[in-house]
T-cell receptor, first 110, second 113 residues
Framework: DAKTTQPPSMDCAEGRAANLPCNHS???????VYWYRQIHSQGPQYIIH???NNETNEMASLIITEDRKSSTLILPHATLRDTAVYYC???????????FGKGTTLSVSS | NAGVTQTPKFRVLKTGQSMTLLCAQD?????MYWYRQDPGMGLRLIHY???????AKGEVPDGYNVSRLKKQNFLLGLESAAPSQTSVYFC????????????FGAGTRLSVL
């Protein structure tokens, strides 16, 4: 599975959009991009995933560049409850471990 | 719909004691996983299962055993607990297929004294 690079921390004001970048320059054609988050003391939570096209669900939007070497997770209106560690994961094969790196710690403040 | 349920939520063991952690999912998922999370280490895979009656080793399997006798349950056993097994344990489950979304339980916090 391709390796990912994320900034260690980011800050965001409540109500503003949070844009979390992820670099995955070695991604292969059959690898998906997944985003999870982990709120303190809780289990990781799936947010969104994509292969080539941009995706949106009730939690967030995922923007993948045309060359697929990077992506951005967008939380359109961040709230205090979005404070968490966000993990960008790239993988191809189901039924194997998710490799959680250090992720980005997002701090949302009022 | 409960999702992934882990039992117990907390446990304190003495060195050498044994215990079993239970993971139950009601989503009819084929795949199930056990991870541990230690401070500064991220999540590491202990064992996983791609179907009823099958298990496989992950990154850190030593000192643990698992069983998947029923599709909905995945048990993690510690035969002789050691202080190094003090950790937070997470169970996850997911469907088979190319897009492997894993759903996690709330975790079991284990301390071995």
């Amino acid at each position: 599975d391709a390796k990912t690079t994320q900034p260690p921390s980011m800050d965001c004001a409540e109500g503003r959009a949070a844009n979390l970048p992820c670099n995955h320059s070695t991604i292969s054609g059959n690898e998906y991009v997944y985003w999870y988050r982990q709120i303190h003391s809780q289990g990781p939570q799936y947010i969104i995933h994509g292969l080539k096209n941009n995706e949106t669900n009730e939690m967030a939007s995922l923007i993948i560049t045309e060359d697929r070497k990077s992506s951005t997770l967008i939380l359109p209106h961040a709230t205090l409850r979005d404070t968490a560690v966000y993990y960008c994961i790239v993988r191809a094969q189901a039924g194997t471990a998710l490799i959680f790196g250090k992720g980005t710690t997002l701090s949302v403040s009022s | 719909n409960a999702g992934v349920t882990q039992t117990p939520k907390f446990r304190v063991l003495k060195t050498g004691q044994s215990m079993t952690l239970l993971c139950a999912q009601d989503m009819n998922h084929e795949y199930m996983y056990w991870y541990r999370q230690d401070p500064g280490m991220g999540l590491r895979l202990i064992h996983y299962s791609v179907g009823e009656g099958t298990t496989a080793k992950g990154e850190v399997p030593d000192g643990y055993n698992v069983s998947r006798l029923k599709k909905q349950n995945f048990l993690l056993g510690l035969e002789s607990a050691a202080p190094s097994q003090t950790s937070v344990y997470f169970c996850a489950s997911g469907f088979s297929g190319r897009a492997d979304i894993q759903y996690f339980g709330a975790g079991t916090r284990l301390s071995v004294l």
